[in-house]
């Protein structure tokens, strides 16, 4: 059982940043994939970006260039760097682990956290 918490959620500005982190309960190297996805009011979940096996990642066209996401092996963290952020960035974010090597459908992660709200607006 992997225990996955989110924090680091708020209220900003547009064109502020924030940093999401994700706390995991077991060690780094036992977790093949890490996810953050989003979810708006009245729209489905969806993928923000991914960190892969052997630590690529890939991104949403509606964040990349803007998001980034690193890890921390020795806090058993994953963060996700949300910088320029628009009011359509506003939505509850969660973190996901999978034992996929790679995976970007929600349906291959076995873990999520409970979510971090972000709110984008003046």
């Known amino acids: 059982q992997v225990h996955l918490v989110e924090s680091g959620g708020g209220l900003?500005?547009?064109?502020?940043s924030l940093r999401l982190s994700c706390a995991?309960?077991?060690?780094?190297h036992s977790i093949n994939?890490?996810?953050?996805y989003?979810?708006?009011?009245?729209?489905?979940?969806?993928?923000?970006?991914?960190?892969a096996s052997g630590g690529s990642t890939n991104y949403a066209d509606s964040v990349k260039g803007r998001f980034s996401i690193?890890?921390?092996?020795?806090?058993?963290?994953?963060y996700l760097h949300a910088n320029s952020l628009k009011p359509e960035?506003?939505?509850?974010?969660?973190?996901a682990a999978g034992s996929p090597r790679y995976a970007d459908h929600a349906h291959e992660y076995d873990y999520?956290?409970?979510?971090?709200?972000?709110?984008?607006?003046?």
């Open 12 to 16: 900003v500005q547009p064109g502020g």
């Open 24 to 28: 995991v309960s077991l060690s780094m």
């Open 33 to 36: 994939t890490m996810g953050w």
């Open 38 to 51: 989003r979810q708006a009011p009245g729209k489905q979940r969806e993928l923000v970006g991914v960190m």
């Open 70 to 78: 690193s890890k921390d092996d020795f806090k058993n963290a994953i």
């Open 89 to 95: 960035d506003t939505a509850v974010y969660y973190c």
């Open 112 to 122: 999520w956290g409970q979510g971090t709200q972000v709110t984008v607006s003046s």
